[in-house]
């Protein structure tokens, strides 16, 4: 269980998560997801990262039951502390594929919710299989965020419905947007994800590295000030209590 890291073929790093059951990352699992890319984008023999997971699905977001115990006084900790890490983990862990020095292609399964999005939507590329689905819950978790890398998967207006209703997008459907590059049955995730890996690192490594911060550097949106901005509305949902309230009814309806 947690983040681990292997390379199948020269030039690519495979960056797994692993937090069963629902892969729902806890605040240390943000940090060492931000670490592990960071290491795998800075080692001169990698020209390509791929980032995975095993289990039901690829990721369901913060672990939301770390911050009732929190507040529910189970853990010996003061305030927001729980809260404030996982804010800042997926800050880090999202700026961490963003900035990575390579590539990164995300190989996504099942459901990506949440902070799921947050790390394909800054990613370079995405394959996906054909039971994946893409979505924010925030709303009925009481929680905000992510919207940035949401509006780099499918077009403005239907960002915004499928923010405000919770719904989810499958993986054709974000095909047809011209977000996802590839998608595949299950069993087939794995080496569609590396194919495309191979051909990217198939490039000069130095020149993938110049690629990447050339093409970062001409985005239109500054995902990390972008997402820092929705993230101040996380922490006046808390502050105001609504966020309790919607959380401890998502709580009560995961245990029905």
């Known amino acids: 269980m947690g983040v681990s890291t292997s390379s199948p073929e020269k030039g690519i790093s495979v960056v ?11 605040v240390r699992g943000w940090f060492d ?7 795998a984008g800075r080692d001169p023999e990698i020209r390509c990262v ?30 927001h502390r729980a809260l404030i890490g996982a804010n ?20 996504v399964h099942g459901f990506c919710l949440g902070g799921g999005i947050g790390l394909v939507g800054n990613a370079d590329a995405i394959v996906a299989s054909e039971d994946a689905t893409f979505g924010l819950p925030e709303l009925d978790r009481g929680a905000l965020g992510a919207a940035t890398h949401l509006a780099r ?29 590839k998608v595949v049955p299950r069993e087939e995730l794995r080496a569609a994800a590396l194919e495309l890996a191979r051909e990217i690192a198939a490039k000069d490594g130095h020149l993938l590295r110049l690629a ?21 509305f996380t922490f006046e949902a808390n502050l105001s209590g609504v966020a309790d309230r919607v959380r401890d009814t998502f709580g009560k309806e995961a245990t029905q």
């Open 16 to 26: 797994t998560v692993d937090f069963p059951p629902v892969n729902a990352l806890p």
């Open 33 to 39: 997801l931000a670490d592990t890319v960071r290491a």
């Open 50 to 79: 791929v980032l995975t997971a095993e289990g039901r699905g690829f990721n369901a977001g913060v672990d939301i039951k770390e911050i009732q115990r929190e507040r529910e006084g189970l853990r010996e900790t003061d305030g």
């Open 88 to 107: 800042r983990g997926c800050f880090e862990a999202f700026a961490a594929v963003y900035e990575c020095e390579v590539p990164v292609v995300a190989a």
């Open 153 to 181: 998967l499918v077009p403005q207006h239907l960002m915004r419905v499928l923010y405000y209703t919770a719904r989810t997008a499958t993986a054709a459907e974000l095909h047809a947007h011209g977000s996802v590059w």
């Open 212 to 232: 990447k911060a050339a093409i970062n550097g001409i985005d239109p949106v500054d995902v990390r000030r972008s997402y820092r901005f929705e993230q101040g």
